[in-house]
Nanobody, 125 residues
Framework: QVQLVESGGGFVQAGGSLRLSCAAS????????MGWFRQAPGKEREFVAA????????YYADSVKGRFTISRDYAKNTVYLQMNSLKPEDTAVYYCAADRKYSGSYYYVSEYDYWGLGTQVTVSS
């Protein structure tokens, strides 16, 4: 069993930056993929970024490519999402997720086995 706890959300003006953290308790094996998703009010949860725990290969949604960076720290069992050049449309609750066995479908919500409770990010114009 893996538990995920997000932190680092907050209020920021457009053009600003935030770094989200996702601390995982429990064993994260080499087969895991860790992802970030977001959900704005009235919208479906959508893929933001993912990283393979072993090897560090990263994937991004087109909407955040070049602005967001996902990374992981083995020693701290933590995944990060560095968000730069934030826009009002980035406003959402951001969720961390873990997929026990990578199958290539990293962008599907249904692919992931464990979820955090989310952290709110609000970007003002």
């Amino acid at each position: 069993q893996v538990q995920l706890v997000e932190s680092g959300g907050g209020f920021v003006q457009a053009g600003g930056s935030l770094r989200l953290s996702c601390a995982a308790s429990g064993r994260i094996s080499s087969s895991y993929v860790m992802g970030w998703f977001r959900q704005a009010p009235g919208k479906e949860r959508e893929f933001v970024a993912a990283i393979k725990w072993s090897g560090g290969i990263t994937y991004y949604a087109d909407s955040v490519k070049g602005r967001f960076t996902i990374s992981r720290d083995y020693a701290k069992n933590t995944v990060y999402l560095q968000m730069n050049s934030l826009k009002p449309e980035d406003t959402a609750v951001y969720y961390c997720a873990a997929d026990r066995k990578y199958s290539g479908s990293y962008y599907y919500v249904s692919e992931y086995d464990y979820w955090g409770l989310g952290t709110q990010v609000t970007v003002s114009s």
